[in-house]
C-alpha cells in the first residue's frame, strides 16, 4: 500500500497543496502572457505538461551518472532540447496555434516550474514516480492556465473556446460558446493588469478554501499531539 | 581534481551530443511538414486574395524580391499572377512602419489594371480589443478595401473618415487603420509606377520549396 500512497500525495501536491501555478507561482511569465483566450492556455499547458513529464522522466532516468556540480546545465540542455522537439512539432502540426503562441512556446524553457521539479523531485526518485510528478505538476499547472485563459476570455471577450480550430482542426470551430455579446471588448480583461488581478483573486479563492478545509479538521489534529514539557532549569 | 574536470567535461559534451541528435532528428522528421504548411498558409491568403480561377501559373512560387520606399525599409515579396503571359494581378507584403505598437506587416493584392482585390494583416502587435481590428478574424474593416483603386495623385479619399477620407476607423483606435490605410495607398501607388517591369522580371525568392 505504499505506493499508491506516494501517487495520491504526488497528485495532492501537483493538483493542489504545492500547484506550480498558484503556489509555487513559478512560469508567471507564459501564466499571465499568453491566457487571453482558453485555447492559448490550453496548448500552452499541454506543451509544458508534454515538456514536465518528458525532462522529469530523463532527469530521473540520468540521475545516478549525472554528478552533483553539472546537474543543473545538463537539465537545462535536457529541457531546451524537449521544448525544441516540441516547438518543432506544433510548428509542423498546430501551424496556426504555433502562430498565435508566438515567443512563448520556447520561453517554456525558461519556466522555472520544470527545472524546479527537476532539481527538487525528479533527480531524486525512480523514473516512474518522476513521471507521474510530471504529468500533476503539468496538470496542476494546466488547470490554473486554462481557469485564468476562461475567466479573461469571458469578461474580455464574451466568448469561451473562441479559435479552437487552431488546436483541434476545423470541426472544432463549433465548439465556440458565446456567452454574451459585447460590442466592444473589455480592454483590462485581455491585457496582463487583468491577468494579474484574476490571478490574484484565484490566489486568493485557494486561500480561502485552504482556510475553510483547516477549520473543519483542527481537533482531530489537536488530538494527537501530546507535549512533553521538559523544563531543565526545573 | 583535474581528473574531475575531465569527467565532468566529457559528460556534458555527451549530453550536448545526445540532446543535439534529438532536436536533429525531431527536425528532419519535421522539416518538410512545417515548409508544406508554410506554403499552404501562404497559398490559403493568396487564394483569398486573387481568386484562383482567373490565373493559371504557380502564384506560391511566383515570387519576386522587392525593395522600394514605398514599401517600407524591409525587402517585400511580390507574387505575380499570370494566365498564360498575360499579367493578371499581384500580391505584394508590405510593412506599415507607423502602427499604434510598431511594424504592421500587410499583403495587399492588386489586380493589373490598379484596382485593389483585397488586403490581409499578416502580422502586427496592435492592442487587442482596439487596433486588432485589422484581423480578417475580429472584424471584416479590412475587407473595405476592395475594389477600390487610386484615380490620381491628389486622391484625398484615401484616408480614415476623420481625416476626411473614406475609411472608417474603429472606436478608440484611429492611429491603427491609419497606418494601414496609407500603407494600402503607398502599395498602390508602388504597383502603378512599377507593374511593367515587376511583371518582366523572373521569379528570385531564395525559398527552399
Known amino acids: 500500500m505504499n505506493i499508491p500512497q506516494e501517487y495520491k500525495e504526488l497528485t495532492w501536491q501537483g493538483l493542489w497543496k504545492n500547484n506550480p501555478g498558484l503556489v509555487q507561482l513559478l512560469g508567471l511569465c507564459p501564466l499571465l502572457a499568453v491566457t487571453s483566450t482558453v485555447v492559448n492556455a490550453l496548448g500552452l499547458g499541454l506543451a509544458t505538461l508534454f515538456v514536465l513529464i518528458c525532462s522529469n522522466a530523463t532527469v530521473s532516468a540520468v540521475q545516478h551518472w549525472v554528478p552533483k556540480e553539472i546537474r543543473i546545465p545538463i537539465f537545462v540542455l535536457i529541457i531546451a532540447a524537449f521544448v525544441t522537439c516540441i516547438q518543432l512539432l506544433m510548428n ?19 519556466n522555472c516550474a520544470i527545472i524546479g521539479r527537476a532539481e527538487a523531485y525528479a533527480s531524486k526518485n525512480s523514473v516512474k514516480h518522476a513521471s507521474f510528478d510530471g504529468l500533476m505538476m503539468g496538470l496542476g499547472f494546466l488547470l490554473v492556465l486554462v481557469a485564468l485563459g476562461a475567466i479573461r476570455e469571458v469578461l474580455g471577450q464574451g466568448t469561451l473556446l473562441d479559435g479552437a480550430e487552431l488546436l483541434f ?17 473589455f480592454l483590462l480583461a485581455i491585457l496582463p493588469p487583468g491577468a494579474f488581478i484574476a490571478m490574484g483573486f484565484l490566489i486568493a479563492a485557494k486561500n480561502k478554501i485552504d482556510a475553510k478545509l483547516a477549520e473543519q479538521q483542527p481537533k482531530q489534529q489537536e488530538a494527537q499531539i501530546e507535549r512533553v514539557r521538559v523544563n531543565f532549569d526545573g | 581534481m583535474r581528473k574531475a574536470i575531465e569527467n565532468n567535461a566529457k559528460l556534458l559534451a555527451l549530453f550536448a551530443v545526445a540532446c543535439t541528435t534529438l532536436v536533429g532528428l525531431v527536425h528532419l522528421l519535421t522539416k518538410d511538414i ?4 508554410e506554403q499552404q498558409q501562404l497559398l490559403n491568403t493568396l487564394n483569398e486574395l ?3 480561377s482567373t490565373y493559371n501559373n504557380a502564384i506560391n512560387q511566383a515570387c519576386i524580391m522587392v525593395e522600394h520606399e514605398l514599401l517600407g ?21 508590405t510593412t506599415a512602419p507607423d502602427g499604434y505598437n510598431g511594424d504592421i506587416q500587410l499583403m495587399v493584392a492588386i489586380s493589373f489594371d490598379g484596382v485593389v482585390k483585397g488586403v490581409r494583416t499578416l502580422k502586427h502587435k496592435e492592442t487587442p480589443g482596439l487596433g486588432d481590428k485589422i484581423e480578417l478574424r475580429k472584424s471584416p474593416w479590412i475587407l473595405s478595401f476592395n475594389n477600390k483603386q487610386i484615380l490620381d495623385n491628389k486622391d484625398r479619399r484615401w ?48 525559398e527552399v520549396l
Open chain 2, 73 to 93: 525599409i524591409k525587402t517585400q515579396k511580390a507574387y505575380l499572377a499570370k494566365k498564360g503571359q498575360q499579367p493578371i494581378a499581384a500580391a505584394i507584403t
Open chain 2, 34 to 37: 512545417i515548409v508544406e504548411q
Open chain 1, 169 to 185: 482542426g476545423d470541426w472544432a470551430s463549433q465548439l465556440r460558446i458565446e456567452v454574451f455579446h459585447l460590442d466592444n471588448q
Open chain 2, 50 to 52: 486573387v481568386d484562383p
Open chain 1, 92 to 110: 509542423a502540426f498546430t501551424f496556426d496555434l504555433y502562430e498565435s503562441l508566438g515567443i512563448f512556446l520556447p520561453l517554456i524553457v525558461t
Open chain 2, 159 to 206: 484616408a480614415v473618415a476623420k481625416d476626411g477620407g473614406m475609411f472608417d476607423q474603429f472606436t478608440g483606435a484611429t492611429i491603427t487603420p491609419r497606418a494601414v490605410v496609407n500603407a494600402v495607398k503607398r502599395t498602390v501607388t508602388y504597383f502603378n509606377q512599377n507593374k511593367k517591369q515587376l511583371f518582366d522580371k523572373t521569379a528570385n525568392c531564395q
